[in-house]
């Protein structure tokens, strides 16, 4: 398999990340989408770097989990609203 294949591969099972090779040889990937304040308190983070197209799809799996597992805030509330009304 050559690295464009490799690469779409990756990009293939991981849809929210591009991915390529740089030409000092080490494998990048970075998200498509912003992150959210909560997947960056969670220590998430845009870009990813590795030696190998192996060593990629570790990292980006546990990045996967990391931010599926971040609560998204509810912005549609408003402060004080889950309090009862005082009449």
């Known amino acids: 398999m ?13 849809r929210r990340w ?6 000092t040889g080490k494998w990048w990937a970075a998200r498509k989408d912003a992150l959210t304040a909560g997947e ?3 220590g998430a983070v845009p870009f990813l770097q590795a030696d190998d197209p192996d060593e990629l799809r570790q990292k980006i799996e ?12 509810n912005s ?12």
């Open 40 to 42: 960056l308190n969670a």
């Open 76 to 87: 549609s509330r408003r402060p004080g609203s889950d309090r009862e009304n005082d009449g």
């Open 2 to 14: 050559d690295d464009d294949t490799r690469e779409a591969a990756i990009e293939s099972d991981y």
């Open 62 to 73: 546990a990045e996967e989990q990391l931010t599926t597992r971040t609560p998204e805030p």
């Open 18 to 23: 591009r991915v390529w090779l740089s030409d």
